[in-house]
Every structure is written in C-alpha cells, then in structure tokens.
C-alpha cells in the first residue's frame, strides 16, 4: 500500500506558474508508475500527466503539453506536476495517483488539492 498527500495548490492570476507536489508514503514508491488527474466542477476527472516509475518516461494529454511538466525524485518519494501560463480553465482539484508498474488501473489516491485561476 502507498498513501498520498498533495500540496501547493492555491489562487493564482491567468498567466503565473504553480507547483503541485504529491508525497508518498508506505511501500517503496520507485516500484509505482504515477500520475496526475484534474476535475472541474460538474465536469468528469481528466488525466493531466503520467510518468513511469522510474522516471524515464512520461505522457500528456495533447492539450497539456507544453505548459505541463511532470517529474519525480525517488529518493524523496515524491511526484511534482510544474504548470506554466495557467489559465482560467485549469481551475479544478487536482489529484495524484499511484500504480503498481504495468497495472492497469491507478489503486492509490491522494485526497486532492485545489487550483483556482482567476482571469
């Protein structure tokens, strides 16, 4: 089992950058692929990112790339999502998830932390 708490979320203006940080806890996280889930209200969960668990490969959305960084440091059992020239519509809880490498499905979540851009 691994247990996940993200942090630095906040209110920030159309156009600043912002740092998501997810720590885990538990199990050695290096054995974990993770990633990155927003939702909006009233809308469905929307991945944003992933990155396998070492750290040599990563995906995005598309629509992500080039304002969306995800990283991660195994020796500080962390995963960070680095988000630049934020816009209004990237309001929502944003959420780290855990999986063990080649799962299918992400088992582990983090409880979330909240991003709002204001125009």
């Known amino acids: 089992q691994v247990q996940l708490v993200e942090s630095g979320g906040g209110l920030v203006q159309a156009g600043d950058s912002l740092k998501l940080s997810c720590v885990a806890s538990?199990?050695?996280?290096?054995?974990?692929?993770a990633a990155w889930f927003r939702q909006a209200p009233g809308k469905e969960r929307e991945f944003v990112a992933s990155?396998?668990?070492?750290?040599?490969?990563?995906s995005y959305p598309d629509s992500k790339k080039g304002r969306f960084t995800i990283s991660r440091d195994n020796a500080k059992n962390t995963v960070n999502l680095q988000m630049n020239s934020l816009k209004p519509e990237d309001t929502a809880v944003y959420y780290c998830?855990?999986?063990?490498?080649?799962?299918?499905?992400?088992?582990?979540w983090g409880q979330g932390t909240q991003v709002t851009v204001s125009s």
């Open positions: 998830a855990a999986k063990i490498s080649g799962s299918l499905y992400y088992d582990y």
């Open positions: 538990g199990r050695a996280f290096s054995i974990y692929s």
């Open positions: 990155i396998s668990s070492s750290g040599g490969r990563t």
